[in-house]
Nanobody, 126 residues
Framework: QVRLVESGGGSVQSGGSLRLSCAAS????????MGWFRQVPGKEREGVAT???????AYADSVKGRFTISRDNAVNALYLQMNSLKPEDTAMYYC????????????????????WGQGTQVTVSS
């Protein structure tokens, strides 16, 4: 079992930056592909970024060039660097883990993931 805890959210002005962290605990963390998702009230959860076991990444079109996902397997941590933030980035952000026998699995679909954190709020004002 993997337990995930997000941190680093907060309130920033448009154009600012935030770095989100996700601390993972449990066995076989390195056997999981990871992802960041976000959700606002009244809308479905959407995929933001994903990283596989080899460090390959994929992003939603809305954040390409602005967000960077990375992982540090030595300390069981996942990160999301968010630059050039826009008001439309305001959401609750969640990290997620997927059991992945493949080293190169990437996914932005919430239903593919097995474990979820509780979320951290990001608010971007104009």
């Amino acid at each position: 079992q993997v337990r995930l805890v997000e941190s680093g959210g907060g309130s920033v002005q448009s154009g600012g930056s935030l770095r989100l962290s996700c601390a993972a605990s449990g066995y076989a963390y390195n056997s999981y592909s990871m992802g960041w998702f976000r959700q606002v009230p009244g809308k479905e959860r959407e995929g933001v970024a994903t990283v596989d076991r080899e460090g390959n990444t994929a992003y939603a079109d809305s954040v390409k060039g602005r967000f960077t996902i990375s992982r540090d397997n030595a300390v069981n941590a996942l990160y999301l660097q968010m630059n050039s933030l826009k008001p439309e980035d305001t959401a609750m952000y969640y990290c997620a883990a997927k059991r992945s026998p493949s080293r190169r699995w990437l996914g932005l679909r919430p239903y593919d993931y097995d474990y979820w954190g509780q979320g951290t709020q990001v608010t971007v004002s104009s």
